[in-house]
């Protein structure tokens, strides 16, 4: 019998809130990869119970051990994300039925033009749920953009990605490259 406040329960949450319109697919799935990234420090005791975590310690780790792979931005973006993972995790533990996790007005003067895309500042990532149609059972879809329509979209990307398959497909993306005369 798994834990209800589980890291596994935690991000089972966030896919079926996205699923059920409980916020917003892109929202939930930006706190997945959050969460996936930061627990990742985490021993399988400590994944059993997010509630007893002491956030701050936890994030603390994570940024000890990957500042070389993220930004600093990044690594306040993802505690940030952890915290109201969390929070809104245990939310809905405590009242499923009466969850509403809260959402951004967006003002007239900020909506987009209908057939505008968004702008995307290269080195971002954006990334949806694996309960889209394309994807697999647990894995999910990521994009990348490189640039102004320039986008590279990853599908069935294992939730559970190791260090070693990282390389191994890093290297055969480095393999697609065309170097350009200059």
């Known amino acids: 019998m798994s834990n209800a406040y589980s890291v596994d329960e935690l991000l089972g949450f966030l896919d079926h809130a996205a699923e059920k319109g409980l916020m917003p697919p892109a929202t939930a799935t930006a706190l997945a990869v959050a969460c996936r990234n930061v627990f990742g420090v985490l021993s399988d005791e400590e994944k059993k119970d997010v509630g007893r975590l002491d956030l701050d310690a936890v994030v ?8 070389k792979d993220f930004t600093g931005p990044t690594l306040k973006e993802y505690g940030r994300r952890v915290h109201r993972a969390v929070n809104l995790f245990l939310e809905w533990r405590e009242d499923p039925a ?23 500042e290269p080195g971002s990532a954006v990334t949806t749920l694996g309960s889209t149609p394309q994807a697999s059972p647990g894995t999910y879809q990521t994009a990348v953009p490189l640039g102004r329509d320039r986008i590279v979209t990853l599908l069935n990307v294992p939730a559970d990605l190791t260090k070693a398959e990282a390389k ?6 480095e393999m697609l490259a065309v170097d350009l005369p200059g």
């Open 60 to 67: 603390k780790r994570f940024q000890n051990k990957r500042a």
């Open 98 to 120: 009466n969850f509403q996790a809260p959402t951004r007005a967006t003002s007239p003067t900020r909506r987009r033009k209908p057939d505008s895309e968004p702008e995307i």
């Open 168 to 173: 191994r497909l890093a290297a055969f993306v």
